[in-house]
């Protein structure tokens, strides 16, 4: 929330130090740059809501949130629950669906441990969501092969 407000603040900042020109005879119904502005930090505070599922009988689920930090970082917060309170969950971005995922892990996130994870990607959003990506979590360190959730990353 506090990021949201830095760059609408900051829009709003250019924005009023861009606009010095007199609206006197401006009738166009083009787009103007200050509407490109907003459209742009609107587009830029959008979050992915990710839907995890229970895989392999775990009864765990609940959600990946995407959100945008700047142009090349995205941050992503995992919520399970019914998880494995006995230790920590490793999860990761892969590749392909849920029904068929790539077992190598493309990005790697921050371990769930009791049902959180909250991890920082180095990777613009736009990049997760292109398509083909999913975000899995395993039983634990000892289990990889063993799946407890996943959902697929929307376009």
Not at 27 to 42: E, G, H, K, L
Not at 113 to 140: C, F, Q, R, W, Y
């Amino acid at each position: 929330m506090t990021m949201k407000l830095v760059v609408l603040g900051a829009v709003i900042f250019l924005m009023t130090a861009c606009s010095s020109k007199t609206e006197s005879s401006n009738t166009s119904t083009a787009p103007t740059d200050t509407s490109m502005a907003m459209a742009t930090a609107t587009a830029m505070v959008q979050t992915v809501t990710v839907v995890m599922k229970a895989q392999n009988g775990s009864g765990e689920s609940g959600t990946a949130t995407l959100t945008p930090l700047d142009a090349g970082r995205t941050r992503v917060v995992i919520g399970i629950k019914g998880e494995n309170t006995t230790g920590k969950q490793p999860a990761h971005i892969h590749m392909g669906t849920c029904a068929k995922l790539n077992p190598a892990p493309k990005y790697p996130l921050k371990d769930v441990v009791l049902g959180k994870s909250n991890t920082i990607v180095d990777v613009p959003i736009e990049t997760i969501t292109t398509g083909g990506m999913a975000i899995n979590v395993h039983e634990s360190a000892a289990n990889l092969k063993k799946y407890v959730v996943c959902g697929d990353i929307p376009k």
